[in-house]
Nanobody
Framework: QVQLVESGGGLVQAGGSLRLSCAAS????????MGWFRQAPGKEREFVTA????????YYSDSVKGRFTISRDNALKRVYLQMNSLKPEDTAVYYC??????????????????????WGQGTQVTVSS
């Protein structure tokens, strides 16, 4: 069982930046690919970005490409989401998720929520105009 705890959310003005952090309890954190998803009020949860267990490959949704950056530190068992040039439409609860390196089919579908076995409780990001 992997426990994930997000932090770093808050209120920011449009054009500002935030850095989200996700801490994992799992000793073998490097066995997991990691992703960030978000859910805005009244909308379905959507993919934001993902990173392989080694950090050698990243994926971004078109809506955040060029503005957001995902990274990870396996020694610290953390994954980060640097969000720049924030827009009001980025307002959502942001969730960290972990997908198993083996047996999950993650490599074929890193943008799908079904590829992730464990989820954090979420952190609120609000961008004011």
């Amino acid at each position: 069982q992997v426990q994930l705890v997000e932090s770093g959310g808050g209120l920011v003005q449009a054009g500002g930046s935030l850095r989200l952090s996700c801490a994992a309890s799992e000793r073998t954190f490097s066995d997991y690919h990691m992703g960030w998803f978000r859910q805005a009020p009244g909308k379905e949860r959507e993919f934001v970005t993902a990173i392989t267990w080694s950090g050698d490959r990243t994926y971004y949704s078109d809506s955040v490409k060029g503005r957001f950056t995902i990274s990870r530190d396996n020694a610290l068992k953390r994954v980060y989401l640097q969000m720049n040039s924030l827009k009001p439409e980025d307002t959502a609860v942001y969730y960290c998720a972990a997908g198993r390196q083996y047996g999950s089919g993650w490599s074929n579908r890193p943008t799908e929520s079904g590829a992730y076995a464990y989820w954090g409780q979420g952190t609120q990001v609000t961008v004011s105009s």
